[in-house]
């Protein structure tokens, strides 16, 4: 796959080079091509969707796929989310795990190395991020980072260790920091940077890989991280309660719980698929069946911008 990848990459670039030769846009209209990030911890390969019109001063979403083949199930090219990027306005990146890092696809968020600063995968994802950043003119306040399953693993371990980098973050399915319990271990990972982060969840009811224990779990132990940087900032009940609909195809209730902050934001908040198990989450984060989630789950990270240190909103 990194071969493919790597002479994809090669031919996007030709074809970008002989565009700006030509003096026609590359950014004209809305756009997916694949491009490869380097550092010491490795390579990863990458899809990006831009929208329409200039990329400069727009917002950046981060996901990360779950375990499976990308190329093969995830189909970014079709990868629904991308149609709310053009609606919403906002650059969609999509890295994908090496199959020689994991046989089975998986971003490796278990391992310690994978759980620090500036180490492992995380660096990958965090380099990633600041080139685009750096390369399109990104808007730096309001950066996000989402994932599913093993994506969501990883977004908690990265949401930790890079406070300073994403906004908010949406660790879907995903199990709590080096898999404790309790804020703490949270506000230790993220040091001098520790602040609220606000945090967006997707657990379906009858999960067997990534169990609603689990989820409520990772709830927990977020809205304990963030009260510890910012006391009393996020409350332990739910603020407000809804009932939601995935989107067309998909006839299963959901409930969102949401959790705003005296200040007047919502830091958290979390939705459960009641009719669903884990391969069902997937299709609600990732196709067309799952769209108005989807929309809901930008709405909730575009509302929120980098704050300054120790602050909620």
Same mark, same amino acid.
């Given at each position: ?131 685009? #950043? ?7 306040? %309001?950066?996000? =980072? *989402? !994932?599913?399953?093993?994506?969501? &693993? /990883? ?13 908010? #973050? ?7 920091? %080096?898999?404790? =319990? *309790? !804020?703490?271990?949270?506000?230790? &990972? /993220? ?33 304990? &991280? ?88």
């Amino acid at each position: 796959m990194r071969n493919a990848a790597f002479r994809l990459c090669a031919v996007v670039g030709a074809v970008l080079i002989a565009a700006t030769l030509l003096g026609a846009s590359p950014r004209a209209q809305a756009r997916t091509d694949q491009r490869c990030y380097t550092n010491a911890a490795g390579t990863r390969c990458y899809y990006l969707h831009v929208p329409p019109g200039s990329s400069t001063g727009r917002p950046l979403m981060v996901y990360l796929h779950g375990c499976n083949d990308p190329l093969a199930d995830a189909r970014p090219t079709g990868f629904s989310l991308a149609r709310v990027a053009d609606e919403m306005g906002f650059v969609l990146a999509y890295p994908i795990q090496d199959q020689a890092a994991n046989k089975d696809v998986c971003w490796n968020w278990d391992k310690a190395e994978n759980r620090e600063r500036g180490r492992g995968e995380p660096s990958l994802i965090a380099g990633i991020t600041t080139n685009l #950043i750096d390369q399109f003119g990104l808007d730096r306040s %309001r950066v996000y =980072l *989402g !994932g599913y399953s093993a994506g969501g &693993a /990883m977004t908690t371990n990265l949401g930790a260790t890079y406070p300073d980098l994403y906004a908010a #973050i949406a660790p879907m399915a995903g199990a709590p920091y %080096r898999t404790e =319990l *309790g !804020g703490q271990v949270i506000i230790d &990972a /993220m040091g001098a940077r520790a602040r609220p982060m606000p945090t967006f969840f997707l657990q379906t009811l009858f999960d067997q890989i990534s169990n609603f224990v689990i989820g409520r779990a990772n709830l927990a132990q977020w809205r304990e &991280a963030d009260n510890l940087a910012d006391p009393g900032s996020v409350p332990t009940v739910p603020t407000r309660l809804d009932v939601l609909v995935a989107g067309p195809g998909l006839p299963i209730p959901l409930t969102a719980e949401h959790y705003d902050s005296p200040r007047g934001c919502e830091l958290a908040q979390f939705t459960t698929p009641l009719l669903a198990e884990h391969a069902i989450g997937a299709r609600i984060v990732q196709d067309d069946v799952g769209i108005e989630v989807q929309r809901n789950l930008m709405r909730f990270l575009l509302a929120h911008r980098m704050p300054a240190p120790h602050r909620t909103c």
